[in-house]
């Protein structure tokens, strides 16, 4: 550990130019009132007309009847942060646009119910959050500058505070959006983050309730992250700026935050984020176009060499301290060595969907986990099942119940019991399941005649595919949860009744000149799914203490 510190500081300290009057991260937000209007938009995606009329008050209630007066709303707003050695050093200031100072002071104390204190030299102090923070004000250039720290009042000079205009970028199409330059950073504070890293690491793989059995799983990842601090370190060398953009994709209904690493030309860096290659899914088609709703992602093990390595000596602990003599000795064992194949390929595919209804009102659950190579999985699933399984159990499967190409089909029969609950949208008394280990995966099917849909399954091919989506279509997803027994007006109000599949969130990474990570989240469906979530819960756990 303390070889892998030294290299991050040497690393981190060799491109060192900088310009004091340069803040390493900077922050801004066009006009407010366009931040207005987008957070009004989201709310109106969220929860219509109601939604929109609670922000309305929440302004109201926060800045009174006078609301931003002495605040310019036609300005944009801009700020940075001092970045420091020690985390106590740190300050961040927030310039505002103004259109009186008198009047943006009254609004300050409005927002805060407490008065605030002229310092004099046109210093003034302004309340602040519990703690050894403080909140100290300057105006400058019809701007209000405030700034944080537990000792603000150096980056307030008259020489220290950075004009909006080298801060604004009206290039930026984002509603907020932040970016750290890494030649800014001083080499005291590059020499400083090895000991954040080992903070970082004392909290993930130190925290009380870690017990030996864990830390033998997790010891592979602690190394890795030592590799990884010390190769990201060297190509971070080649980094111009990182950018963080939140904004609102208002056709999508989205909700988007997006992190860009650009680097320098004809670095190391350019080119390993080049040869990025696109994420794919080999089993995205069985997402199709009737989907009620469904998931697909990739598990994070394509992204670096590092992680393939640390999940693999972890899934040899797991195997070792599972690995005691009983009857699923056999299975547990291939089931481990399959997982460590699968791995090492890079391609941890996971895919889910409902489909329907079809013409019976029925609907169809088909899924697919990456796995490779799983024929000793299957023929040591097999052989515990004949030797173990009870007879009624035995009469429910029906073993090589069909074949596509060489690949075996296996079916069971859901239990009646089970009909009232999980198989009723499935084909209730006909819910059946069909899976298959095919080369590259486990593939299953539930439904009342599953084998057909299970052999298309079996021939879908891969395609690019987000890291993670999560698909929803609402007019599907009613009839589903009526078929359920459940209340389609509930799920209405929730989800509304549009017969379009639309992504619920979905998280995306690219490479090129740049890398990407864009995370969208569909405010018409998540949000107001989740409170529906958490409405029933609250709703359960109601009843069942009654």
């Known amino acids: 550990m303390r070889y892998t510190l030294v290299l991050i500081a040497t690393a981190l300290v060799l491109p060192s130019a900088v310009r004091a009057a340069d803040p ?71 310039a505002l646009p103004v259109t009186d100072e008198k009047a943006f002071l009254a609004l300050c104390d409005r927002a805060s119910n407490e008065k605030h204190k002229d310092l004099g030299k046109g210093l003034y102090q302004l309340p602040a959050p519990d703690g050894p923070v403080k909140a100290r004000l300057r105006f400058s250039d019809g701007y209000a500058y405030i700034a944080y720290g537990f000792s603000p009042e150096p980056a307030l000079g008259a020489s220290a505070m950075v004009p909006v205009g080298k801060l604004y970028d009206p290039t930026e199409k984002a509603t907020v959006a932040a970016k750290l330059h890494f030649d800014r950073v001083t080499p005291e504070v590059k020499k400083a983050l090895p000991g954040v890293l080992k903070g970082i690491k004392t909290a993930l793989f130190a925290a009380p309730g870690i017990g030996g059995q864990e830390k033998m799983i997790l010891a592979p990842f602690e190394e890795a992250l030592d590799q990884l601090a010390v190769r990201y370190a060297l190509l971070l060398g080649g980094a111009d700026t990182a950018t963080v953009r939140v904004s609102i994709d208002a056709p999508t209904s989205d909700l988007v935050v997006e992190a860009t690493l650009t680097p320098k ?21 069985l997402i199709t176009a009737d989907t009620a709703a469904g998931f697909q992602t990739r ?14 000596k972890a899934l040899e602990e797991g195997q070792k301290l599972v690995a005691k003599p009983g009857s699923w000795k056999e299975t547990s064992d291939e089931l481990f060595k399959g997982l460590i194949r699968t791995v090492k390929s890079g391609e941890a595919d996971v895919v889910a969907g409902v489909r329907g209804p079809d013409k019976d009102g029925d609907f169809a659950l088909a899924g697919a986990v990456a796995f490779a190579e799983p024929a000793a999985l299957e023929k040591e699933f097999k052989s515990h099942f004949e ?44 819910s059946t399941l069909a899976f298959a280990f ?31 989506d999560v698909v929803v279509n609402p007019a599907r997803v009613i009839q589903f949860v009526e078929k359920a027994g459940g209340r389609a007006q509930d799920a209405e109000i929730l989800l509304g009744k549009e017969d379009k599949l639309r992504s619920a969130t979905s998280l995306r990474v690219t490479g090129g000149a740049d890398v990407r990570v864009r995370y969208a989240l569909n405010l018409r469906l998540f949000p107001r799914a989740a409170a529906g979530a958490i409405v029933t819960t609250e709703k359960v756990e109601r009843f069942e203490k009654k």
């Open 24 to 94: 390493p991260v900077t922050f801004q937000t066009h006009s407010l009132d366009r931040a207005l209007f987008d957070l009004r938009t989201a709310a109106d995606f969220v929860g219509g007309e109601p939604a929109v009329k609670a922000v309305n008050k929440g302004i109201q209630n926060l800045f009174g009847e006078k609301g931003f007066e002495g605040l310019d709303i036609n300005r944009p707003v801009a700020g940075y942060v001092i970045l420091a050695p020690k985390p106590e050093d740190i300050t961040a200031v927030v």
């Open 265 to 285: 030309p004809e670095t190391a860096l350019a080119k390993e984020l080049a040869a990025l290659k696109p994420t794919g899914n080999r089993f995205g088609g």
């Open 299 to 312: 598990l994070p093990f394509f992204f670096n060499d590092e992680l393939k390595t640390a999940t693999v």
């Open 387 to 430: 030797k173990n399984a009870p007879p009624s159990e035995q009469d429910r499967m029906k073993w090589n119940a069909a074949k596509a190409g060489a690949v075996n089909i296996h079916t069971y029969k859901l239990p009646e019991q089970d009909v009232s609950d999980f198989g009723k949208p499935f084909g209730g008394n006909k």
């Open 438 to 468: 095919a080369p590259t995966g486990i593939f299953f099917v539930v439904g009342p005649d599953p084998v057909p849909v299970i052999k298309d399954a079996l021939a879908v091919k891969p395609a690019a595919a987000p890291v993670l």
